[in-house]
């Protein structure tokens, strides 16, 4: 594309990992009314991990805060972290389990 | 361009209207975008009807992503027993949809709420004894 820039990264974007590959949009980018998931960043094909990334905002724009597997297609269990290929050391997960399966 | 779906500019001018020509150009807003027109919406809107509706309408047409978002804008303004109720009275028509809805309704749920956290407890076991029967039969 022609008109494409670089921008650093800050806020919240939807991300997925197809054979080492890490696609991320915003988790508000919208292709017409419909806000663009994790199946429609992964083409409607299978994949390796899928989550959202939290960006620091502002002042310390582009670092990586945290990342979670928050996705309502996939819904990738937490113990496949290492298939996303990013910093395991600032995954956070666990808000998406049932409670059940926590023990609550 | 510039989107002329622009909270800011909208709301005053919604502010002259009757609260059902409001939720009518909610509606008309939801099919241009979601986000902004759910901020509408709460910005606007008084009457429960109004949101009861719009759940019902985010539960229909939303997608496995998309129901969050209806989530964050509704469960503030119906309450979470609300929204559990009206999920369990679809569970056994629409589970698919119901399920959708339940992955996300943790991030929303007040943990220190013991009601709340009871109701969405037993509808996770109604599923849980759904799925099995299912699945037995």
């Known amino acids: 594309m022609s008109n494409q820039k670089s921008r650093t990264a ?3 974007y ?10 991320i949009r915003g988790a508000n980018a919208k292709v017409g009314s419909s806000l663009i998931g994790h199946v429609d960043l992964a083409m409607g094909r299978d994949v ?3 989550g959202r990334l939290y960006f620091s905002g502002r002042t310390n724009r582009g670092i990586l805060r945290k990342w979670t597997n928050e996705s309502g297609h996939y819904r990738p269990p937490a113990i496949a972290r290492e298939n996303a290929g990013l910093p395991e050391s600032l995954i956070q997960s666990g808000r998406f389990k049932s409670l059940i399966s926590l023990g609550m | 361009m510039t989107s002329q779906l622009n909270l800011k500019n909208n709301s005053p001018v919604l502010m002259n209207l009757s609260e059902e020509e409001q939720f009518q150009k909610v509606c008309a807003f939801l099919e241009k975008d979601i986000i902004e027109a759910l ?3 709460n910005s606007t809107l008084r009457s429960k009807k109004y949101f009861q ?4 309408r985010g539960l229909e047409v939303a997608d496995a992503s998309e129901i969050e978002v209806w989530l964050k804008y509704l469960v503030p303004r119906l309450g979470m027993r609300y929204v559990i ?3 369990e009275g679809k569970l056994i028509e629409q589970p698919q949809k119901v399920n959708k809805a339940m992955y996300w309704l943790p991030k929303f749920l007040n943990r220190t709420n013991e ?3 009871n109701l969405f407890k037993n509808l996770e076991n109604k599923i849980l004894e759904l799925t099995v029967n299912h699945v037995t039969v």
């Open chain 1, 48 to 50: 390796d991990y899928a």
């Open chain 2, 115 to 117: 009601r709340e956290m």
């Open chain 2, 85 to 87: 109720n009206v999920l």
């Open chain 1, 14 to 23: 939807n991300f997925v990992t197809q054979e080492g590959v890490v696609f």
């Open chain 1, 10 to 12: 800050s806020g919240v």
């Open chain 2, 39 to 41: 901020k509408l919406a």
């Open chain 2, 53 to 56: 509706d719009l759940l019902g």
